[in-house]
């Protein structure tokens, strides 16, 4: 069986390419998605990607991964630093999830700095530009022991942390 995942993405991400490109670059969300999909067929599995500006949305997005999906790889945006409601659907959720921003929010202003939804993921990746989808496609892929063998064998050998 192909394994599943479900990737979505926040408010305002839809006008990648054009806001705040001296943050965030020239790229955009649909040359982000066809990357995340020509990876996916590399990879050997089924992607669904979406994007919301509405919380409640989202949240209907998580809970429908319930069952169906192996993995969640979110860029919750704006939400990340404010929705209780996100972190609360992202719990019930028990594959991997990996929390992914585009700019290393560690270095923003006070305000972008601290991502509330973290503390319901598995990891967070963050300051490797449209990259970090693929880096968070490769780690799901590993962690849930899914590599193809087409995938370079360094990739394949390093064990997830908090795996038994």
Do not use: W
């Amino acid at each position: 069986m192909t394994a599943r995942i479900i990737i979505l993405n926040g408010p305002n991400l839809n006008f990648l390419g054009i806001r705040e490109p001296h943050i965030y670059g020239s790229t955009t969300l649909k040359e982000i998605e066809a990357s995340c999909r020509a990876l996916a067929d590399q990879l050997e599995v089924s992607i669904s990607f979406h994007q919301s500006n509405m919380e409640g949305e989202l949240v209907e997005l998580i809970q429908s991964a319930h069952g169906k999906a192996d993995a969640i790889i979110m860029n919750p945006a704006a939400y990340s630093f404010t929705s209780i409601a996100l972190i609360d659907a992202l719990k019930i959720f028990e594959g991997p999830k990996i929390e992914v921003h585009i700019s290393n929010i560690h270095m923003r202003d006070e305000l972008h700095r601290h991502s509330v939804t973290s503390s319901a993921c598995t990891a967070v990746i963050c300051g490797l530009g449209p990259y970090g989808y693929l880096a968070a496609m490769l780690a799901v892929v590993q962690r849930i022991g899914r590599l193809p063998g087409t995938i370079p064998a360094a990739l394949h050998g390093l064990a997830a942390a908090g795996k038994a």
